[in-house]
């Protein structure tokens, strides 16, 4: 299959660098999303002809998807455009690598070359971004190499030394010469490590949106468990107490208490006396 699909990397500023990201991720979301006899049947043409218009109707829809995932990694001070640049060729590299008679479809098959190439722009720029982010930290690094006439750390006098010479603080040495001496970890694991060294990998520290099945099981334990206890404390009111309860606060549109007020033929503070009643035997039924 020809290689113009994947040596696409320098065309791509040209949709997010001037442009407004807005306007792109808006263009994104508006192209239709495919249905699995379409996706199929292009993906097929791809694989068998090498039809770059048909891989280009494969990427579009998909975008959307690679703008989410790279929204994902925004908090490590790297631009989005630049992000979602690297999520897009790892989308262009899993669309010449799909296989659609395997059975699953693209957004499922392209995630892991989105993040991996995402995560290999990340790791790139790593070092550059933590160890100096400010003009003043960038100053002390390069004096602080140059200082620097041994490997290891410094020794206490030694820290007072280039502090002295170089006009900083004790902290500031230190806190760089932590920098400067941290070394680079592998992202992934690597296949001759166990998965116990797992928690050691930047990998393992990546935050992700997708809650996991323990935490969702027990959400919806909660919930459910929340529900049966409301509903049994809430046949323990009188007959009024319940239906005022359940039309404040557990129906749509919500009655207001002069509503209730008017129909009960009661003042509203007398209605918002037997709701606050009715919410200290509900309490207590929680409590118990």
Do not use: C
């Not at 807005?22 to 068998?48: C, F, G, H, T």
Request: charged fraction near 25%.
């Amino acid at each position: 299959m020809s290689t113009e699909l994947v040596n696409t990397r320098n065309t791509m500023p040209v949709l997010l660098g001037s442009s407004n990201l807005d306007a792109y991720i808006q263009a994104a979301r508006s192209v239709p999303v495919l249905s699995a006899e379409e996706e199929y049947s292009l993906a097929k043409d791809l694989q068998e002809t090498g039809n770059i218009e048909s891989a280009h109707k494969l990427v579009l829809p998909h975008l959307r998807f690679v703008i989410k995932v790279a929204n994902n990694y925004a908090g490590y001070g790297l631009p989005v455009p630049d992000l979602i640049q690297e999520g897009s060729i790892g989308l262009m590299k899993a669309v010449k690598r799909f296989r659609p008679e395997v059975g699953v479809r693209l957004v499922s098959f392209a995630v892991h070359w989105i993040k991996a190439e995402i995560h290999e722009y990340i790791l790139k720029n790593w070092r550059i971004v933590k160890v100096a982010t400010t003009k003043a930290q960038r100053k002390l690094f390069f004096k602080l190499r140059s200082q620097k006439t041994r490997l290891g750390w410094f020794k206490s006098e030694e820290i007072d030394h280039v502090a002295e010479t170089l006009g900083v603080t004790r902290e500031n040495v230190i806190e760089m010469e932590s920098r400067l001496n941290n070394y680079d970890l592998a992202f992934d694991l690597s296949g001759d490590e166990d998965e116990d060294s797992a928690y050691l990998t930047p990998a393992y520290t990546l935050a992700s949106n997708t809650p996991s099945p323990e935490l969702l099981l027990e959400a919806q334990n909660t919930e459910q468990n929340n529900m049966q206890m409301l509903g049994a404390a809430l046949e323990k009111l009188d007959d009024r107490s319940k239906a005022i309860v359940t039309r404040r606060w557990l129906t749509e549109p919500k009655a207001t208490l002069h509503e209730l007020a008017d129909e009960y033929g009661v003042s509203a503070e007398r209605i918002r006396q037997i709701e606050g009643n009715a919410f200290k035997t509900i309490k207590t039924s929680f409590v118990a």
